[in-house]
């Protein structure tokens, strides 16, 4: 790899985590915004974690279709990483990992103290963080 490509590359790092951290701190300054109720959401069948087709599932509820299952699983299979054999279903702290900002750690602590429902049949999130 040459120099010029190298520098690219990093640069290309650095954006593409800035524009996450971004929308990672969008999300956070909804009031509306709980992570665990978020979870619980997604985690229909009310187990210890979301899998692929959960996360499909809320995609199509949200009318996502442009996003197929190998990519659900590559980003599962990233973020699946406290487990010691990854088991493809992401845990609260493993969610937490892919909606929490990495920056501002006195908003994450802010967003993290908000009180989770108490859910049954989740339904939907409020309408500024579920569309």
Known sequence: MSEQAAKNLLIG?????R????ARAALCRCY???PADAFSRLNRDQ?????IIEVLNFLKDNNVTDIDEAEVAH???????LEKD???ILTIDEW??????????TLREQVLARPAAE??????????IEA
Request: contains cysteine; charged residues 30%; glycine residues 8%.
């Open 19 to 22: 524009d996450l951290e971004g």
């Open 86 to 88: 990854r088991n493809q």
């Open 75 to 81: 980003l599962v299979n990233y973020y699946d990483t």
């Open 119 to 128: 859910w049954k049949d989740i339904g939907r999130l409020p309408s500024d």
């Open 47 to 51: 187990s210890h974690g979301i899998d």
């Open 32 to 34: 509306n915004f709980v």
């Open 96 to 105: 937490n990992s892919i909606v929490l900002l990495c920056e501002d750690n």
């Open 13 to 17: 790092i650095a954006e593409g985590e």
